[in-house]
């Protein structure tokens, strides 16, 4: 268990106060809280925080610091693995082809895509979001044509071309 004695549970309400972010505020305050002698289950009622990650957020003030509480610690949500002008290259053998007349497969694309960036995607998610956000868009064959008659107005068509040949 990490001990935080109630001076710095003290300075830590005192940042509090100059916090502008949601987050980081609860993330201080879980801290002051252990701070006061609360327990896990307490900071979690108090903060709205899993008991475990109040405990995971007072190891990481006693270990790194209070800078370490204010920072967010995730990553930024652009995980694209290649540039716009990059994925327009990649892309450009594809359309070629698709112009030529060639169906082109998402696991051809999918393996071809594996290979450029290094990584090996179990799903294809990626790759039908990559498309997506190059303006490629899934086109299959449809089973039969949009515009075709129904199987009751064609067994009536049947009808009237038999009575007519007679």
Same mark, same amino acid.
């Given at each position: 268990m990490y001990y935080i004695s109630k001076e710095e549970s003290e300075e830590i309400r005192k940042k509090i106060r100059e916090v502008k972010n949601v987050n980081a505020y609860r993330r201080l305050e879980a801290v002051a809280l252990r701070?006061?002698?609360?327990?896990?289950? +307490? %900071?979690?009622s108090i903060t709205g925080f899993n008991p475990d990650y109040a405990g995971q957020i007072a190891k990481r003030y006693c270990i790194n610091g209070i800078s370490s509480i204010l920072e967010d610690g995730r990553k930024g949500g652009n995980?694209?693995?290649m540039s716009e002008e990059e994925g327009n290259e990649f892309l450009r053998k594809y359309e070629e082809e698709a112009k030529n007349g060639k169906i082109i497969g998402i696991g +051809? %694309?999918?393996?071809?895509?594996d290979e450029a960036v290094?990584?090996?995607?179990?799903s294809k998610s990626t790759i039908y979001y990559f498309l997506h956000r190059h303006g490629w868009r899934i086109v299959t064959p449809q089973k039969q044509?949009?515009?075709r008659a129904s199987d009751?107005?064609?067994e009536a068509s049947k009808?009237?071309?038999k009575s007519t040949r007679k």
């Amino acid at each position: 268990m990490y001990y935080i004695s109630k001076e710095e549970s003290e300075e830590i309400r005192k940042k509090i106060r100059e916090v502008k972010n949601v987050n980081a505020y609860r993330r201080l305050e879980a801290v002051a809280l252990r701070g006061e002698g609360k327990t896990n289950e +307490e %900071i979690a009622s108090i903060t709205g925080f899993n008991p475990d990650y109040a405990g995971q957020i007072a190891k990481r003030y006693c270990i790194n610091g209070i800078s370490s509480i204010l920072e967010d610690g995730r990553k930024g949500g652009n995980n694209r693995n290649m540039s716009e002008e990059e994925g327009n290259e990649f892309l450009r053998k594809y359309e070629e082809e698709a112009k030529n007349g060639k169906i082109i497969g998402i696991g +051809e %694309i999918s393996k071809a895509y594996d290979e450029a960036v290094g990584k090996t995607h179990e799903s294809k998610s990626t790759i039908y979001y990559f498309l997506h956000r190059h303006g490629w868009r899934i086109v299959t064959p449809q089973k039969q044509h949009p515009g075709r008659a129904s199987d009751e107005e064609i067994e009536a068509s049947k009808k009237l071309t038999k009575s007519t040949r007679k």
